[in-house]
């Protein structure tokens, strides 16, 4: 029987996994996580064979915490399991150490066969993740002298009303600007967003 550890702060959605993943007479969920804090906790309490986990957790992202859960669970298999249907996002995880890569788009079956999969010490990306990353090579996005403008200064710290001030923008203007900057560079939130701009020298 697998043990499953699933972190994803909708509840109603882990609920749902939970039952898919019970009914399913080969795995168990041991324990819902809601954050990146409790899901190192609870995965070194039930030390499970695989988390679920999601990328855009409260407490912060879900890929940089993969070294958090392996060393509190060292033997625990990881599956990011999310909605960002993204190659960037995708790259991001298999380099980050995830063991699988799974959209909540996906079908019971495919779930399950992810899960086993992962929990057998294979590398599984979901069809979709895989017909999405067909064909693409890893690039320095291309950015915009606004975008840049934005993306410079939420590196250097300044909220989103100073932005705004700062290049004569609305504050809705702004907040599209780095809504449009996360989804191009595969952040679920602005501190990913600012580690990433650093790491790939964007700014």
Known sequence: MTRILIADDHRVVAEGIA?????????QVVALADSIADAVRLAGEHHPDVVLLDVALPDGDGIDAIPRLRAAC???????FTMYAEPAVIQRACEGGADGY???SVSASELLEGIQAVAEGSSYLCREAREL?????????????????????????KTIKEIANELFLGFETVHSYTKYLREKLGCPNTAALVRVAIEQHLV
């Open 133 to 157: 990353m067909e064909g693409y090579t890893e690039q320095t996005p291309s950015l915009t002298t606004r975008e840049r403008e934005v993306l410079m200064r939420l590196v250097q710290g």
């Open 19 to 27: 039952r898919i993943v019970d009914e399913s007479l080969t795995s």
């Open 102 to 104: 799974l959209l909540k």
């Open 74 to 80: 060292p033997e625990a298999r990881i599956a990011v």
